[in-house]
């Protein structure tokens, strides 16, 4: 009796394990599809190399149904691959502001969201005039942007940092996932770095970040490159698109 209730206890752990196991691969499997998918534009699957998108979307838990904000979205890169795997019943949020659109307009044109992805919805706002509703999103992506809070010309509008932290984490839903990926630079560089390199070392982000009240659930060195010397802009040729990058994952806390 001893043996049989052993081997059915064996089995019955080996059946939770095999199931959990099939729920990650199939979950890990819309990444890949959406990744894969054959609507993609050309210039989008030549950036895939270095950007690495389906282990990134694994990393942050994009999951069916949820509701995104892409902040500064740019030409929308992240955006198309966002809608595959949010699907119908979720919702990708394509932020920009008035600075970005002529830089991304290329993109943008060939994107043409009304068309081809009518789960996204175009917004454009300053960030200082952002009006995002309470709890309202399940992740915010903002990826390659943070350092232009602390950059300043005159096409670029001047960002209140607290003010734009603290928009975000009240309109993120308790639990939910705010993906921060930018351009590395040495560590201790003060943040003059976004000025004159358009890069921003972790530790500013982190501060800024626990500040406002996320926690800082996991990193990852998935877009590290030792190549980059961290000191040049991200527009120098030597380095442009294979810059040496962050991944920083926040969550806003349960309420208590």
Excluded: C
């Amino acid at each position: 009796m001893k043996l049989i209730k052993g081997i059915l206890f064996s089995f019955f752990v080996f059946s939770l394990s095999s199931a959990s196991w099939a729920r990650q691969a199939l979950t890990y499997d819309i990444y890949r599809l959406a990744v894969q998918s054959e609507s993609r534009l050309e210039r989008d699957i030549k950036r895939d190399e270095t950007r690495h998108p389906r282990e990134v979307l694994a990393f942050f838990e994009v999951e069916q149904g949820q509701r995104v904000l892409d902040l500064f979205s740019g030409g929308g890169y992240y955006s198309e691959l966002l809608s595959y795997v949010v699907g119908g019943k979720g919702e990708v949020i394509a932020h920009n502001n008035q600075a970005y659109l002529p830089f991304a307009k290329e993109d943008l044109d060939e994107r043409s969201y009304a068309v081809r992805l009518p789960n996204v919805t175009p917004l454009l706002s300053e960030a200082n005039d952002l009006e995002l509703a309470a709890d309202s999103f399940d992740r915010i992506f903002y990826i390659l942007g943070f350092h232009d809070i602390y950059y300043r010309d005159e096409t670029w509008p001047e960002i209140d940092d607290n003010k734009l932290v603290a928009n975000l984490f009240r309109s993120l839903k308790p639990g939910g996932i705010v993906a921060i990926i930018d351009h590395d630079a040495v560590v201790g560089a003060g943040k003059e770095t976004a000025q004159e390199f358009h890069r921003l070392s972790s530790e500013h982000v982190i501060n800024k970040m626990t500040q406002a009240g996320f926690v800082l659930n996991d990193s990852a060195d998935l877009l590290k490159n030792e190549a980059d010397p961290l000191t040049i802009s991200v527009f120098d040729k030597a380095i442009r698109g294979k810059t040496s990058r962050y991944m920083l994952k926040f969550i806003k806390p349960l309420a208590n």
